[in-house]
């Protein structure tokens, strides 16, 4: 199509400017010149897929490369897939605006169970046939990676190759494997099976699965030669990892428009309930050294007046005082604000909140997680409700009046008196701020509560345990709203169906690939979002292929049943989360990583926290 034509169509749409492309710092390349096209695909919309830290570090890894151009695709809107279809519009690259089904690689982060429809409506879009042995040609080549990968059985069928763990290394490497392939014109079947043998690689094509009659899972079996367990890619040493100086600046406002400084990865803690905090061990620092540097450059490559220090739990970053000491030094008089999200109850301090008072005074958000300390030592959250109010009182006295917690509903052992204590837990913090005499004058205390429902999820200890029940969220939620009975307090909480969905597909298994597309072809996509899910023809869908969603999300599993991610490796062993449950079960916690090691598998890479002299 010309680019009269498309633009004249692009003012038919909401917002042009997902759809557009040429932002400053994306990346033009002559087709020509390169031997390997990489569409970047995010299965949401342009404003989250463009605030996504992993995209930005490798879209800008394989740009640097000169054999290699990699493009930027995002799920187009309801308006904007309407005008796609009507007018024959393949899904195409930003960059080139050519289709991507010309490309050799299409990859997808999957950051949520929930983006699974849209994996498959952009293939459909791109006119690629969906399931995976329907492409016997060596390329487009259909591959994804993200936390969502640890359970990548739902779209076995789909996706050729997951990449486990990290992918600044092994993608280039699978990359460099495809090439020259393409160069002797090798077969699809040969170069995945020779994928297969790179660490962090998951073929899923090569291993056969064998149902019992109660339809859980007999076996996993690996065929030519591959490997019995895939075990996650993880980098080493930071520093030298590579992190890009410069990112694309939208058009458009995006969901989080701001420098990105990640300054760790993985979490010491192990909250039981938290697949992050396990899947992304061991904890892997950052020196403040290069945390500076590499903020200074994004700065001044790209004028934001904000940065975000991004890690699961920024407090908990060794050196936190000094890091903000250094960057303070520069951002002041510059006039760039300290962001610090995923800050911990248990270790802030005066001098923590005096170190970001004088850079953001909005609110502060906390995750206590549950309403009483029962609960939070069966989850193992290891912090106090005096800690809680404690923390709150440094806030209020350092003159925030808004506090945000976060919560948890439907946790393994909840009962009526955990949920009646979420409401008195935030009644506590209200009349802390009224008992202070510091308190800000003229000016009254807003204390919001948000409550997701519980998911199980692999990987970790409560990977055993049944989601609660739609019903049963429904009537813990209207109760949780009886026992509130404060103006001050403010309940947000989550949609029960869209958790339920999610629920199925966290724990799911390769018989609900048949079920994503069936619901697909029934129109479901961003189910995400509360104006397009439909539970209804999610349903539909199970129905017709014969399925139980219940079977996936409401179940009880033994500790010797047979996982559809058990042979997927991410150095967390079995043996640990039983050991896990079992305390939780008693209400015991585990101490955190760096006050005595619990033995979880991760320092099989030799490397962080595992290794740091105590």
Request: proline letters at 4%; aromatic letters at 12%; charged letters at 30%.
């Amino acid at each position: 199509m010309d680019e009269k034509r498309f633009e004249q169509l692009l003012l038919s749409v909401q917002k042009p400017g997902r759809y557009s492309g040429g932002e400053i710092n994306s990346v033009i390349k002559d087709k020509n010149k390169v031997d390997v096209r990489f569409a970047f695909c995010f299965p949401d919309t342009y404003e989250i897929g463009m605030s996504h830290l992993g995209m930005k570090i490798l879209y800008s890894l394989f740009n640097e490369r000169e054999d290699i151009w990699c493009e930027r695709c995002f799920a187009p809107w309801i308006d904007f897939e309407k005008v796609m279809r009507e007018n024959g519009i393949e899904l195409f690259g930003l960059e080139s605006r050519e289709p991507i089904k010309n490309f050799d690689f299409i990859g997808f982060t999957l950051q949520y169970e929930l983006s699974f429809s849209n994996v498959v409506n952009m293939l459909d879009l791109a006119k690629v046939p969906i399931k995976a042995k329907e492409r016997t040609a060596l390329s487009p080549l259909v591959v994804a990676g993200g936390p969502c990968a640890c359970n990548a059985e739902p779209l076995a069928d789909i996706v050729d190759i997951f990449f486990l763990g990290e992918g600044e290394k092994v993608d280039l490497e699978v990359i460099d494997l495809y090439k020259s392939f393409k160069e002797k014109n090798g077969s699809k079947q040969d170069f995945l099976r020779a994928a297969a043998k790179i660490e962090g690689v998951y073929v899923p094509s090569l291993y056969d699965v064998s149902y019992n009659d109660d339809g859980t899972v007999k076996s996993v079996t690996p065929k030519a030669n591959a490997p019995k367990a895939v075990r996650k890619r993880v980098e080493k040493n930071l520093d030298d990892t590579y992190y890009p100086e410069k990112f694309v600046v939208p058009y458009i406002e995006i969901v989080h428009d701001r420098a990105v400084q990640e300054i760790f990865r993985g979490c010491i803690r192990g909250c039981r309930f938290c697949q992050a905090g396990y899947i992304y061990r061991p904890v892997r620092e950052k020196s403040i050294d290069t945390i500076n540097r590499q903020a200074k450059a994004l700065c001044e490559n790209r004028g934001y007046d904000e940065i975000s220090l991004s890690s699961l739990s920024t407090s908990d970053y060794r050196n936190i005082e000094p890091l903000l000491n250094e960057l303070i030094s520069w951002t002041e008089k510059d006039g760039i604000s300290l962001s610090l999200p995923s800050l911990r109850i248990d270790n802030f301090s005066d001098e923590l909140l005096e170190k970001i008072s004088g850079v953001r005074k909005s609110g502060l958000t906390f995750a206590p997680e549950a309403g009483t300390q029962r609960l939070r030592d069966v989850i193992n959250k290891n912090i106090t409700e005096q800690e809680i109010i404690s923390t709150c009182r440094t806030a209020f006295k350092g003159g925030y009046t808004a506090v945000k917690l976060y919560f948890m509903m439907g946790l393994p052992t909840e009962t009526d008196e955990d949920i009646k204590g979420i409401a008195d837990l935030a009644q506590k913090i209200v009349d802390e701020y009224y008992s202070l005499p510091e308190k800000p004058k003229g000016k009254a205390v807003n204390v919001s509560i948000s409550v997701s429902n519980f998911v199980p999820k692999p990987f970790t200890p409560f990977e055993f345990w049944p989601q609660i029940t739609r019903e049963e969220m429904v009537r813990r939620q209207q109760y949780l709203k009886e026992c509130i009975h404060s103006r001050k307090i403010i309940f947000n909480y989550h949609e029960n169906r869209t958790s339920f969905l999610e629920g199925v597909f966290a724990r799911g298994d390769r018989k609900l690939g048949e079920v994503i597309i069936k619901a697909h072809e029934k129109g479901c996509k961003f189910d995400g979002w509360d104006e397009c899910f439909d539970l209804d023809k999610w349903l539909e869908a199970f129905k017709e292929c014969g399925i139980n969603p219940e079977f996936y999300a409401n179940r009880m599993r033994e500790y010797t049943e047979v996982f559809p991610w058990d042979h997927l490796d991410y150095a967390i062993s079995k043996d640990f989360l039983i050991k896990q449950n079992e305390l939780a079960k008693k209400a015991q916690t585990t101490e955190h990583c760096r006050k005595k090691c619990a033995l979880c598998g991760a320092n099989v890479f030799g490397e962080g926290v595992c290794f740091e002299k105590r």
